[in-house]
């Protein structure tokens, strides 16, 4: 049994930074890849940013001794506000394979 908690979303103003956490919690002996993706009132689930990119905005670190993910974003937007969702590539101690595991959201709303 495998369970993503997501925190740190909230209100934040146009040029601020906030840094979500995703806690792997559950028998897991391994974090391997991490996407985070957003959702905007009226448009489409996409991808921001995830463990293997850089360079932008938005970064993607991990902890493997807290079993902790986080998404770093830096000069926020107000078109940047959205419920964000963790998706992390574990392996549970017991299974062979890495399996992929949403988080429940997390909203985050950026003032103009």
């Known amino acids: 049994q495998v369970q993503l908690v997501e925190s740190g979303g909230g209100l934040v103003q146009a040029g601020g930074s906030l840094r979500l956490s995703c806690v792997v919690s559950g028998s897991v002996c391994a974090i391997r890849d991490t996407d985070w993706y957003r959702q905007a009132p009226g448009k489409t689930r996409e991808l921001v940013a995830n463990s293997h990119s850089g360079g932008g905005r938005f970064s993607v670190s991990k902890d493997n001794a807290k079993n902790t993910v986080y998404l770093q974003m830096n000069s926020l937007k107000p078109e940047d506000t959205a419920v964000y969702y963790c998706?992390?590539?574990?392996?549970?101690?017991?299974?062979?394979?890495?399996?992929?595991?949403w988080g429940k959201g997390s909203l985050v709303t950026v003032s103009s």
């Open positions: 998706n992390v590539e574990v392996r549970q101690c017991d299974y062979p394979n890495f399996i992929a595991v």
